[in-house]
């Protein structure tokens, strides 16, 4: 016997919005763990995360009446995470972020498991540098993009801009990023090539004994 197709998203929502909790609660198991890592790098702390991604999930079930499905569902709930941390921040001001984990990302790609360790590393390293460089807009755009893998359009919705103004903040982001990547590996280059320069030194009396 055939699979059963999965329902997708947007007829779950529209059962939830019909009243069934059993819809609205796989739509949870579908979107809370990447809506915890988005919010991870966001919040300055893990448990923060967790409480700014359950009152996400609440505030989408209060207002589910009002999804439309011509948007994806994922989109609205990044819609309503972004402006519930917009308004925490308004009232308690920025602080330090939690650590983000190392998140998958298309930009980097591997074969081996060699390839798969150094993947790895270059994707902390690129998050971390993302972190520290980039304005929260311009982050979250990277992220949705290479992280979640939203398209140009959903990214729009989430972010309420044009398409048109995505694409190229989006184009304008990557070259910011690639200059403070680079930037770092220089930096990095520079300490080890120092480091090698102090271990190869030797006391005068073994290079010049008596």
Known sequence: MADTPAINDQQLARDAQDGSLDAFEELVRRHESRLFHFLCQKLPSREDAEDMA????ITAWQKLHLYRSEASF????YTIARR???SHYRKHGKVTLCELEAAESVLVETDTPADEYHRTEEQATLW???RETLKDEAYDMLWMRYRDQLSIAEIATALERTNTSVKVMLHRTRKTLA?????EADA????T???ELKSLRTPMTILNPC
Request: charged content about 20%.
């Open 54 to 57: 359950q009152k996400s999930l």
């Open 74 to 77: 994922a989109t609205w709930l």
């Open 84 to 86: 519930l941390v917009i």
């Open 128 to 130: 971390r540098v993302a």
């Open 179 to 183: 200059r403070a990547l680079e930037a």
């Open 188 to 191: 990095e280059v520079s300490a």
């Open 193 to 195: 090539s120092a480091n």
